[in-house]
């Protein structure tokens, strides 16, 4: 029904601008301030410099300062935004002296801009999404999977209460999965390609879409219908590639200095914990003590590949829809645990694929959800919204263990092991918390608790990965015998 | 199914907590400075003090209700409890005092629960889920209480206890709620009138001369106890705790207008100030000047709060005549919440400086009304929509512009969801009704695009306030004409039958079929 989705989507505003009344990141924290005075400082950078020097190191902009990391649509959204501040107030984004601004009304604008982002892509986008995979699959499940996507307390923390972008970026993911799901390929390169830009993270997705659209491109019988499709997804990459890249493609200087501001070697495999592979090992085997940064990023780009490889391949041979979310969940934990320079937050990758796929295992990806929520724990703690995340956390998990929903999930079976599995796990991770904030580590292991959340969410979400290809070789195996029935 | 209100509660529980970030209006350090009151002053200076300009204006229950708090708000933070320093808001204070209106809101809870079930409405139906959603997640409650700060939820909660049990026919327990409702806050004794003629009419009138002495009596003892244990302590200083509770030094509408007839009727003298030319005699104590002043109308009638009193009493009248000329017991349930409405609705419009947030009293009652009869279900719709919007205003800081609006539009979608799951075929509403609905837009559109685009913001700033109060207004004016006339023609002994319009007689007829 028609007012029941709009009243969803009005609640996910809701509760994105409730969650926009808390402290940001870096709140009055100098000199570095954190990703809310990156944010501002990209617009003070892009809105008072020359196209070419964005990513240059000048007397104007020092790198060494939240210098920008991102892809040029990121630079251009900042720029657009930089205006906006400008044209608002001046002194948001002067060059230099703005360095740090902190009033009340600089964050009621730049929570703005965060919810305008929220309004005009993600809301539309994850509408989209939850009616294209209701449409694909027959599911009746639209209703649900909006609420699902709106309510994900991990994103709106992120965005809305720590202070990053996401929304765009995983907003135009969604409309490219969403294209997938109708057939419509072309929208679906144009619209990945467009995140990829605002996100180098978006990299994570980017294999399911090149192995499912180059399988459906060689589906096609005739060489000539092949060349033409393939001709015209490369034309709409590129094109988008050449555009967004102009202004850095007249030297190849330019354009490597900006290839290198993206894929930061130097910064080391992880900088804060995170759950992922590398920092778990590293507790009994220091990496740094025996490989080289270089090393370390080709063991990195060695396993990733190793993992996520076998799944995209799977997904070339026996493409279909399903095996399309279930890949692109596997790539994406693959990617989390496995490569280099992981950041906390980008687990929000592997939750967009984990929601897509939740009418088929619903118990297992809530789990997963709030796994994903525990993962960012400690720098949710750092920017003081652990009230705020406990709150929407538990929200969102009444929501979708409350008994209103049940009537619409009748997949669930009832599988007491997964139960109880789910209920210690999540007991565990509530001692945890709870550990973290009442119990003050002993002075010799000062980072012990963030630590103990890292190896427990890597933990998880290892046995995450090892499930989803469990199930997807099962369901190639399903259609194997399909097929020879 | 049967787990859901419980879970209801949670989600409204967490929301609220989400909501502890949020700025608080005055309302908050009032409610700081009654702390301070009633733990550093004997008793006998409570309805004394004037070391804050917020002095104690509620009645005694409350006062002890704050004396119970400040016990425990000790050991939160001292320092909140010292009268001299005012305007105190540590995080421990904030989070203290937020809280505790969180926890209270369990008796609001515990309120809804029995009413519902007393009106009848079965558990694990839609009318119940969507009951519980419109009254566990009562957006003007959460913008009054969870947002701008008071204790209105506990309140309702009182309210919703009593009425419950006056439903379920254990009037003396009723009535002792209800005088203790009346302890905490006064306001309630708006609705005082169709509690008493209910109880008049099925307590003590069907009962035979020796009993009806008694039942009296002890309808009487029941009733005047609360006030006994409450004022009893005060005795002494009786007229000064009745002038701080009734200060009608105050003037005739609040700072912001409440959308009632004496907001058109202000807007009218300013229309014909302007029209006539007439200077006004003395601008510091205009209407829109902002602050809370007695008001002075210069072409029109001055109005003294003696009219206020009588055109609300008049109004009233009719309903209460209604509600007593009721034969049985069964149709007395849904026109005692009804009557609860327009004696609200009745003392919301004519009633002397009227602040917005008393439309609850009116929203209140009816949202529960709006899940059990179609026709109600409507006109709670329309008052929703105004009542709700004209709380907005008192959200005015600037980063609760957007959530105010959020959460308002999304409180109307659900409420309009949730009717459209109860009622088919769905609810149809007038041409005027929409046209009136989407006139919503302009408000906002005017107040943060044009103002702001001709530049009047700074010259006219009041004006988005006196729009809003004014446009709201005729919204709840319209409903309460069209829902006074719907009540009372529902089973109206009297006039229905004589009149020879056979539409009334003929919708009149098949809604007595389907009461019964």
């Given amino acids: 029904m028609l007012s029941e989705l709009a009243a969803t989507a009005l609640l996910a505003l809701s509760l994105r601008s409730i969650i926009s009344l808390n402290a940001y990141s870096g709140y009055n924290k100098p000199p570095m301030f954190g990703d809310y005075e990156a944010q501002r400082h990209w617009q003070e950078v892009t809105v008072n410099l020359d196209v070419k020097e964005w990513y240059t190191n000048g007397t104007h902009n020092d790198l060494q300062y939240w210098g920008l990391d991102y892809p040029p649509l990121t630079a251009y959204h900042s720029y657009l935004v930089g205006l906006a501040a400008k044209s608002h107030n001046a002194s948001f984004v002067e060059l230099h002296s703005s360095r740090g601004v902190e009033s009340r009304e600089h964050k009621s604008f730049m929570r703005l801009t965060v919810l305008v982002a929220d309004v005009l892509i993600y809301l539309p986008a994850i509408w989209i999404l939850s009616a294209a995979i209701d449409r694909t699959f027959q599911s009746n499940i639209k209703q649900v999977l909006l609420l699902l996507l709106a309510l994900y307390p991990g994103q709106v923390l992120i965005d809305n209460g720590h202070f990053q972008y996401n929304n765009i970026s995983l907003g135009l993911a969604a409309i490219a999965i969403a294209a997938i799901l109708c057939d419509k390929n072309f929208l679906a390169a144009f619209m990945f390609t467009l995140a990829l830009n605002y996100k180098q993270m978006e990299l994570y997705h980017a294999l399911p879409f090149f192995s499912y659209l180059l399988g459906t491109t060689l589906s096609h019988k005739s060489f000539k219908s092949f060349a033409t499709q393939l001709t015209a997804i490369a034309t709409i990459v590129l094109t988008v590639f050449a555009i967004l890249w102009l202004p850095w493609l007249h030297s190849i200087d330019a354009a490597s200095q900006v290839l290198h501001r993206l894929f930061p070697l130097g910064r080391g495999v992880f900088e804060d914990k995170v759950a992922n592979v590398w920092c778990s090992i590293n507790v009994i085997f220091k990496l740094k003590k025996y490989f080289l940064n270089h090393q370390m990023a080709l063991i990195c780009l060695g396993t990733t590949l190793i993992t996520v490889l076998p799944t995209n391949i799977i997904l070339f041979w026996r493409r279909s829809k399903p095996m399309f979310l279930l890949t692109l969940f596997n790539t994406s934990a693959a990617f989390f645990l496995f490569s280099f320079q992981v950041h906390e937050k980008t687990i929000l990758l592997v939750a967009l694929p984990a929601i897509c796929l939740f009418q088929w295992w619903p118990s297992e990806m809530l789990w997963f959800l709030e796994v994903s929520v525990f993962s960012m724990i400690p720098l949710l703690r750092r920017d003081h919204l652990l009230v705020p995340s406990a709150a929407a956390t538990v929200l969102f998990h009444i929501v979708f263990k409350s008994d209103y929903f049940k009537d619409n999930k009748e997949q669930i079976l009832e599988n007491k092991l997964l139960n109880m599995t789910i209920i210690i796990s999540e007991i565990l991770m509530i001692f945890i918390v709870i550990g973290f904030i009442a119990i003050k580590p002993s002075a010799r292991y000062p980072d012990i608790w963030p630590l103990i959340i890292s190896v427990v969410s890597c933990a998880h979400i290892f046995l995450f990965l090892v499930w989803g290809y469990v199930k997807q070789i099962m369901q190639c195996n399903r259609k194997l015998n399909d097929k020879v029935e | ?516």
């Fill in chain 2, 1 to 516: 199914m049967s787990g859901y209100f419980w879970q209801f509660v949670g989600i409204s529980t967490a929301l609220k907590v989400l909501l502890l970030p949020a700025h608080f209006s005055t309302d908050f350090e009032v409610h700081r400075n009654w702390l301070a009151i009633t733990h550093s002053l004997p008793m006998n200076r409570w309805y004394v003090d004037t070391v804050s300009e917020w002095t104690l204006d509620y009645p005694p229950f409350f006062a002890y209700f704050e004396w119970l708090l400040s016990q425990m708000a000790k050991y939160v933070d001292p320092k909140m409890l010292v009268l001299s320093n005012l305007k105190y808001a540590s995080p421990e204070t904030v989070y203290f005092q937020k809280i505790s209106v969180i926890v209270t809101d369990l008796v609001y809870v515990l309120g809804v629960r029995s009413c519902l079930a007393a009106l009848g409405v079965a558990k694990n139906t839609q009318q119940h889920i969507t009951g519980c959603l419109l009254m566990l997640l009562n957006v003007g409650l959460i913008f009054v209480d969870h947002i701008h700060f008071q204790y209105n939820g506990f309140l309702f909660g009182l309210l919703l206890l009593s009425l419950s049990a006056l439903l379920k026919q254990r009037y003396l327990w009723s009535a002792f709620i209800f005088a203790v409702l009346l302890n905490f806050k006064h306001i309630f004794l708006y609705m005082a009138p169709a509690f008493a003629v209910y109880l008049l009419k099925f307590y003590c009138l069907n009962k035979n001369g020796n009993q009806f002495a008694l039942s009296v009596g002890k309808l009487l003892t029941v009733g005047l106890t609360p006030f006994v244990l409450s004022f009893g302590p005060f005795w002494r200083q009786l007229p000064q705790v009745i002038s701080r509770l009734f200060p009608f030094k105050r003037g005739l509408t609040h700072a912001y207008w409440a959308p009632n007839i004496w907001a058109l009727y202000n807007t009218a003298d300013k229309l014909a100030v302007l029209a006539l030319k007439r200077t006004p005699p003395n601008t510091m104590s205009s209407t829109s000047s902002g602050l809370v002043q007695e008001v002075k109308h210069i072409v029109l009638p001055n109005i003294t709060p003696e009219t206020t009193f009588l055109l609300t009493l008049v109004f009233m009248l009719p309903i209460l005549m209604k509600l007593f000329l009721t034969k049985t017991r069964d149709q007395a349930r849904l026109l005692m919440m009804r009557a609860v409405v327009l004696c609200a609705c009745s003392s919301f419009v004519f009633g002397w400086h009227v602040h917005e947030k008393a439309i609850l009293m009116c929203l209140i009652p009816l949202s529960l009304l709006a899940v059990v009869d179609r026709r109600d279900a409507k006109y709670a719709f329309i008052l929703s929509v105004a009542g709700y919007f004209s709380l907005l205003p008192l959200l005015f800081e600037l980063d609760l512009l957007v959530p105010r609006y959020a959460l308002y539009l999304t409180y109307v979608a659900m409420l309009y969801s949730q009717l459209d799951r109860i009622y088919k075929p769905k609810l149809k509403f007038q041409l005027v009704e929409f046209i009136y609905f989407v006139g919503f837009l302009t408000i906002p559109l005017y107040e943060h695009v044009f103002s702001r685009l001709f530049g009047v913001h700074e010259r006219l700033p009041f004006m988005p306030l006196l729009l809003t109060s004014l446009y709201c207004s005729l919204g709840v004016l319209y409903f309460f004409v069209r829902y006074y006339i719907y009540v009372l023609d529902i089973t109206w002994p009297i006039w229905p039958a004589k009149r020879r319009t056979p539409q009334v007689k003929f919708s009149a007829a098949k809604r007595k079929r389907k009461t019964k």
